[in-house]
């Protein structure tokens, strides 16, 4: 089928049902009531688009593609057009947004039943997918900034969209702000592209990453990259993402884990020319993606919330992506992505099937008369789940797994192949890779941790809600335990289309085939030089030590949190000391940044911007409304009647003109 | 003069003008029909349908170039077509939205509607002239239509006031503007505006004839645009008048005094002399209209004034003195006339009992947009695109007026233009702000209850959506700017050849 056609559609199929669902529901509110109607119309707007993608995929020829529907304006050099490019890195992040979408559409058919606002839902998660596929779709920087902030928006919607409670509006506007510090800097770099290069498609500007003199590369790298730490989450940026875990937990699986979070690994790839060709900066984007990765993995054993452990978890993971793309191993970072969706996605809607399950033990207890207040997100409360959820119960041992890197699932493979990058790079001569390495190294291990601690404790051991022999949870509804089933079959086989090296010389590596510039892929790579020929053992030594690590971390997690239950992180903490606590208190980011950024921020504009706010700024305010009002009056003393007045200043409007058409 | 087939040739050229030919017998018939059938339900319709006719023919006819047609008195086609169109629109857009507001502030009678016809056929006349005595009639005729329709509300102290006030300083604008016509008659010897630059060349006339001629055709444009200093009929007249006819008043009559000014200077005048006016006056109306428009607290009195400013928006694009800028301002016609329709049309359908329209303030909406959500989204619309917000068409068309203008290096008007479009913003979303963000008063809740229960009508309804979507699809999509662009390329050669 026509390319062109078909992208149209992929596009405007989603807008149209984001049109559909948010008019239908705010002006036919009989239409609310009707769930099946806005489900139905939500998840197939998304799942026809991924079809549409897989044709495309399909029929790929392996060259670029770009269509360009019109121009929307042109000032001087500026074109901003509606363009969008298909090529092997768009298909891949394409197939993942609608299809990790579509079903994650359709397990908030059954999660959102019951919900007031279930078209509104709907409406702005159908917008989101829009937004995302501008954003990866896009042929130039206007286009993919357009996707940008529209994903920006959906999440401020969607993370506040219970918003008569003060906290979830709150969370919305902390990520929404937070995501304006980049967005500025991803601005800056736009700037700075056109005015040094004059043109803002992808075609130009990745041409030669010469044609800007070191110094702005270095910037507008450095800019693109602070844009993407807001987006995805990295130090100093991160904070939003753990507090976005107050939208619905599909937003959370969608938004938060699988699609917009990547986006910035998603732009660093997509002008991966110019990122290889500023190695400082490389190295900066390295070591921010190393620190991050630690410092949530720590984070995420002291949780006791099982989406703040996802969310932490999250952070962790993106920091690997990020490492990957800091030692140039781009095309990694989205193999990375890829598996990412499938296992992250799979725990976050496996968490939003235990507080559906938990909700309704509330819910019971509540009904008996229980007294108090248990809070279902909380895995303390939990335990012995998969007895009665075994669906959701199997599903997340299965992505647990993955993430975690047990060998032949999809997490060991991209993982240990970023952990081999970076091995690499080190090898090669750059010393910080060494730095990214242990690091990672490190982070694996505390992965498989705090990800068994979270499924123990949450699926094994005893149930620990109150009057747990009369009330009990249940099995979620079919549409909610598909998709897990899905998704988690994708978190056990998808890694194989990455295999590593050790096999048939990456031979068989089809990601790396796909999207690498030696093989006519978009995703560039660094030229490192060839390695001895001991080196082949030195990667089947690192698999083995990839593995080990992983076997280890999940044997070592299973042994302590199954025996010892909940009792093993005050072991943990006593043994850690105070370390524990600074885990605990999440470094104080929130603290430090309330300390020295919203405090000083408040105490100032109360003592410096109020009083010019009143004096200076409502003084002209007041002022031109004054002399309006003085203007008005002398209006109305013209208009009593008087037509002569009127008559008066068109006179004097004749002398002006003619004065000036004559004597001008 | 060799008159010879002269009524054939006049006979095969109403063809080319059906929509003028089309409305003057539409309206004959209003009018005959209101006096002989004591029902006057069908009348707008009639209205509504022949508009939406010619419109059809219109856009047949609009892609071709522009012909003259009767003896060289007229344009038809190309251009001629594109300004037909937005008067057509705006007619329709009125007549159907005024029934039920006509209705409801009892003084729905048949004559109004032929009344806006025969308006409509006189802004043809004159959007399409090409000979300043056609100008004269299609102002006349269009003028004439508007006084009556002002001072519709007889029982009304405010609107006969207005009316009469809007009559005499017409009547006095109108002096002016033959005397213009007499100068540049004695300065040229031709009335037809593309012979002009001929017979210049050829060097009759004096300097002062022609530019004291043109400078008093000017002041009869500016008046009906109302630009500033001309401008001081406008609030009252817009405040008196019926609120979906103020909308008509505030549009179509503006757009088609534009168009014949855009062709006055186009075909008609030499250099460049011109341009400094138009600036100083676009400069001052922009300011006056957003200034004085902030300290607003009725919302007519503030669309009033945001129209004045609005004025200004356009004359830059005109005073840009090239071929963009034209249709640069031709393109802003068309936005602008959807978006105040729009604007108005909300107002409207908000006066629930007749007499709030004119002291309707801010405080009296609250709340408006959860009540009647289609007010409350489509107003959005109309002052988003009012602002100039992206994607909306008053983005567009403020750029296609404002590039131009730095193009032709009046980038002193440009900056004057996007402060005051800056501080437009306020007024504009105040409204958004009080429609969606405030609750109401308890002393207003009865009165909105009282609104809530009566639905809006279908054809309100239809005109907002319609006018809301097109503003998005213009705003998106920019194909009829570039159309707008070729009414100037295809003659552009002739007339610079002549100059």
Known sequence: ?664 | MDLTGAYASLGSDLGNAFSLVLLSVVGLVMVVWDSLRNDHRAIPWIGVAASVLAISFELLRMPGPAEKIFYGLMWAGGYASFVNIIILAATAFTLAISVHYLDRIGHNYGEVYSLVVFASAGMIVLGSANSLITVFVGLETMSICLYILTGLVRTEEGSVESALKYFLLGAFSTGFFLYGIALLYAATGTLYLDEMPAALAGGAGSEVLLWGGVGLLFIGFLFKVSAAPFHMWTPDVYQGAPTTLTGYMSTASKASAFAALVLVVYHALPAERWMLVLAIVAAATMILGNVVAIAQSNVKRMLAYSSIAHAGYVLVGIAAGTTAGYSGALFYLLVYTLMNIGAFGVMAALEWDGHVGQKQDLDSLAGIGYRKPLLGVSMGFFMFSLTGFPPLGGFIGKYAVFAPAIDAGLTWLVIVGLLTSAASAYYYLRVLYVFWMKSPEEEAAPALDQLMASPLSMSTSVVLVVCAGLLLVLGIYPGVLESTTLFFSDSAAAVAAIR
């Not at chain 1, 110094?215 to 989450?233: E, H, P, R």
């Not at chain 1, 559906?356 to 997100?377: A, F, N, R, S």
């Not at chain 1, 978190?491 to 068989?508: C, D, N, Q, T, Y």
């Not at chain 1, 992983?550 to 009792?567: C, K, M, P």
């Open chain 1, 1 to 664: 089928m026509n390319s062109d056609f078909l992208v149209q559609w992929i596009l405007l199929l989603p807008l149209a049902g984001a049109v559909l669902n948010g008019l239908g529901g705010l002006f036919l509110p009989a239409l609310r009531e009707r769930e099946s109607l806005f489900g139905i119309v939500g998840t197939a707007v998304v799942a026809i688009p991924f079809v549409l993608t897989l044709i495309l995929f399909l029929q790929y020829s392996g060259e670029a593609h770009v269509t360009t529907f019109y121009t929307w304006m042109a000032a001087g050099d500026l074109d901003v057009s509606f363009a969008y490019r298909i090529d092997e890195l768009s298909l891949i992040m394409t197939l993942v947004v609608t299809g990790v979408g579509a079903l994650i559409h359709l397990y908030s058919v059954g999660y959102m039943h019951g919900d007031p606002g279930y078209w509104r839902f709907f409406a702005y998660l159908n917008l989101f997918i829009f937004a995302m596929l501008n954003l990866v779709l896009g042929d130039n920087l206007p286009v993919l900034f357009l996707g940008w902030e529209g994903v920006g928006l959906c999440s401020y919607l969607l993370i506040g969209f219970w918003y008569t409670d003060l906290k979830n509006s709150a969370a919305a506007n902390k990520a929404f702000i937070v995501n304006r510090i980049g967005d500025f800097a991803f601005l800056m770099a736009m700037f700075v592209l056109f005015k040094e290069l004059g043109a803002l498609d992808f075609g130009t500007i990745l041409a030669d990453p010469q044609a800007l003199s070191q110094s702005n590369l270095n910037w507008v790298v450095l800019l693109l990259f602070i844009g993407a730490t807001g987006k995805s989450a990295q130090i100093p940026l991160f904070i939003w993402l753990p507090d976005a875990m107050a939208g619905p937990t599909p937003v959370s699986a969608l938004i938060h884990a699988a699609t917009m979070v990547t986006s910035g690994l998603y732009l660093l790839a997509r002008v991966s020319p110019l990122v290889l060709a500023a190695p400082q900066v490389m190295a900066v984007i390295a070591i921010i993606g190393a620190l991050t990765a630690i410092m949530a993995a720590t984070i995420a054993i002291t949780q006791n919330d099982i989406k703040r452990v996802l969310a932490y978890s999250t952070v962790s993971q993106l920091g690997f992506m990020f490492m990957a793309t800091g030692v140039g191993a781009f095309f990694v970072a989205i193999f990375h992505v890829f598996t990412h969706a499938f296992f992250k996605a799979c725990l976050f809607l496996g968490s939003g099937s235990v507080i559906h399950g938990m909700h309704h033990v509330e819910h019971e207890l509540h009904k008996k008369g229980h007294e108090g207040h248990i809070d279902p997100q909380d895995m303390r409360t939990m335990g012995n789940l998969r007895k009665y959820m075994p669906a959701t119960s199997t599903t997340y041992l299965l992505s647990t797994l993955a993430i975690a890197g047990i060998p032949l699932f999809s997490g060991f493979f991209s993982k240990d192949e970023i952990l081999f990058k970076a091995f690499e790079y080190g090898y090669s001569g750059n010393t910080y890779a060494w730095f990214v390495w242990i690091v990672g190294i490190i982070t694996a291990l505390l992965t498989a941790i705090y990800m068994v601690r979270s499924y123990v404790l949450t699926f094994r051991g005893k149930e620990r809600w109150p009057m747990a022999d009369e009330v009990q949870p249940h099995e979620s509804p079919w549409t909610m335990t598909v998709p897990l089933w899905i998704l988690s079959s994708l978190a056990v086989v998808g890694g194989f289309v990455g295999l590593p090296g050790v096999i048939a010389h990456g031979e068989w590596n089809w990601i790396h085939h796909w999207l690498g510039a030696p093989y006519g892929g978009p995703v560039a790579e660094p030229v490192l030089p060839a390695h001895g020929g001991g080196f082949l053992a030195i990667e089947w030594g690192l698999i083995l030590l990839g593995s080990a690590i992983a076997i280890g971390g999940v044997w070592f997690g299973w042994r302590a949190y199954d025996r010892h239950g909940l009792d093993y992180d005050r072991k943990i903490s006593e043994a850690t000391g105070r370390l524990y606590g600074l885990w605990r208190g999440k470094y104080y980011w929130d603290e430090i940044y309330d300390r020295l950024v919203v405090q000083p921020l408040i105490r100032g504009s109360e003592k410096l911007l109020a009083p010019f706010d009143e004096y200076v700024v409502d003084g002209i305010v007041n002022g031109v409304g004054h002399v309006t009002r003085g203007a008005g009056q002398v209006l109305r003393y013209l208009q009593t009647g008087r037509v002569q007045n009127y008559a008066l200043a068109i006179v004097f409007g004749v002398a002006v003109v003619l004065g000036i058409i004559l004597f001008g």
